[in-house]
Nanobody, 126 residues
């Protein structure tokens, strides 16, 4: 069974940086899409970034483009979200999600992903 575990969230000041990790286990398929989402209180879940295991193509939402970077370490079965120049509006619970044998659409859509992590809280103070 696929399990995703996020880590790396926390409290940071405006302009600061965090790196989120998403450790995957139980992944037995060769191709998959992986994405990062976030959900702020009272708001819908927002797709931020996605990538495919089969190529280097990445996608970023306008809200994070130029500030966030998605990357992967296949040897560690881990995907990262490097977040720089954080703003108070980035405060949310951040989730990673995985879908096997799937070419990710842009922007990533919540309904396309079967496996989800439990989320990690990111709070940016002003």
């Amino acid at each position: 069974e696929v399990q995703l575990v996020e880590s790396g969230g926390g409290l940071v000041q405006t302009g600061g940086s965090l790196r989120l990790s998403c450790a995957a286990s139980g992944v037995t398929f060769d191709d998959y899409a992986i994405a990062w989402f976030r959900q702020a209180p009272g708001k819908e879940r927002e797709g931020l970034s996605c990538m495919s295991s089969g190529d280097d193509n990445t996608y970023y939402s306008d809200s994070v483009k130029g500030r966030f970077t998605i990357s992967s370490d296949n040897a560690k079965n881990t995907v990262y979200l490097e977040m720089n120049n954080l703003k108070p509006e980035d405060t949310a619970v951040y989730y990673c999600a995985l879908e096997p044998t799937f070419t990710p659409s842009a922007p990533p859509q919540e309904y396309d992903y079967t496996y989800w992590g439990q989320g990690t809280q990111v709070t940016v103070s002003s």
